[in-house]
């Protein structure tokens, strides 16, 4: 569980790979803490367990071994396609310039049969991979992005014209958003599930931990997930000198660009730690924003920083690249697991970039 505090000190989640444990403890101004809590109890009927591993032998018989560079042949073109052609890509279409002209009704029914198919390939790849329940469609998104403030008292001293710290997005939608930090591990099964489910997630790349196979996140960006910044090598930023947290933010700016054609505009701050000179060093690197979290997932339960222990519209959910050697559960699990939570509670994961 992660217990966020803010201005000298941040939260002091579980130790990296490699790395110490949480923050040291400190005074300051917080936003609400957070608590445990039981995951949300099943829902549904089906055998999971079945179906998975009709889902992972499948997976297994396309992709060869875990580390094989294989998968970035047919499979990859044809699941990056099939990423692109489903609602983000559909979205575009609506309003895409230069397409025959169409009234109101007519591309609303289009878009509505375009959600429809789309939901029967969720279905499909919903059963095969053991989920209880068909994720859920999200809803267009807004043409114009909210604005996003600091949450109250989540401020640092002088945080005027600073990147925002938020862990919700103001929207009145049931969607919620998914990111996952650092990239130790490296599941090809996590790729193949979340383009076969179409299930829009954000990463937040450490490179002390991603530098060992770069082309994971390659394919992962094929199919169309934004990779944004979590520091080079995973320090608590506050107990730094400004000059040693700019070099580890913006030599990450650096190293994402590189490696991957596209500076980021998201910096998330190990253990969600920070205080001004994080702010003031993010954004002498580009940095646009400071999304948190609201809730923290993992295979078998889910942690929140709120007091009624459940999801509201716009919240972040963080989790990481684990694996069975640091979880009860693979990665698959712990997506069966958030995707059980919110879907049962009537959300849907959006694409954190269409609204910040």
């Not at 990665?331 to 697991?337: G, V």
């Amino acid at each position: 569980m992660c217990v966020l505090l803010v201005t000298a000190v941040g939260s002091g989640c579980a130790a990296e790979p490699g790395k110490p444990g949480g923050g040291a403890g400190a005074t300051g101004t917080t936003g609400a803490s957070a608590s445990a809590s039981a995951a949300a109890p099943a829902q549904g009927q089906g055998s999971p367990g079945r179906e998975d591993r009709k889902g992972e032998a499948a997976g297994r018989e396309r992709d060869g071994d875990a580390g094989s560079r294989e998968e970035g042949g047919r499979e990859k073109d044809r699941e990056g396609e099939r990423a692109d052609s489903g609602e983000d890509r559909g979205r575009k279409r609506a309003g895409e310039k230069g397409a025959p002209a169409a009234g109101p009704a007519e591309a609303l029914a289009a878009y509505a049969k375009r959600v429809k198919k789309i939901q029967a390939a969720r279905a499909a790849a919903a059963r095969r991979w053991g989920l209880r329940q068909t994720p859920l469609p999200a809803p267009l998104p807004p043409d114009e992005k909210p604005r996003i403030t600091t949450r109250k008292g989540f401020e640092v001293d002088r945080h005027k014209g600073l990147p925002p710290v938020f862990t919700t997005v103001p929207t009145k939608e049931k969607i919620v958003f998914l990111t996952i930090d650092d990239g130790a591990e490296k599941d090809p099964k996590l790729l193949r599930m979340m383009s076969e489910l179409q299930i829009p997630y954000s990463a937040f790349l450490s490179d002390y931990v991603v530098r060992d196979d770069y082309g994971y996140f390659e394919r992962m960006q094929d199919r169309g997930v934004r990779l944004h910044n979590h520091t080079l090598t995973h320090p608590y930023l506050p107990a730094l000198s400004y000059a040693k947290q700019k070099a580890e933010i913006c030599g990450q700016q650096a190293r994402i660009e590189k490696r991957f054609g596209k500076r980021p505009r998201l910096f998330r701050p190990p253990y969600g730690s920070y205080n001004r000179d994080t702010l003031r060093a993010a954004k002498s690197c580009g940095v646009k924003a400071v999304p948190l979290w609201a809730a923290e997932a993992f295979p078998d339960h889910m942690e929140w920083r709120e007091w009624d222990r459940d999801l509201h519209p716009g919240d972040i959910i963080l989790t990481h690249f684990r694996g069975k050697a640091e979880w009860k559960g693979s990665m698959p699990d712990m997506i069966r697991n958030v995707m059980k939570v919110v879907t049962s509670k009537g959300y849907a994961v959006a694409r954190l970039e269409d609204y910040v």
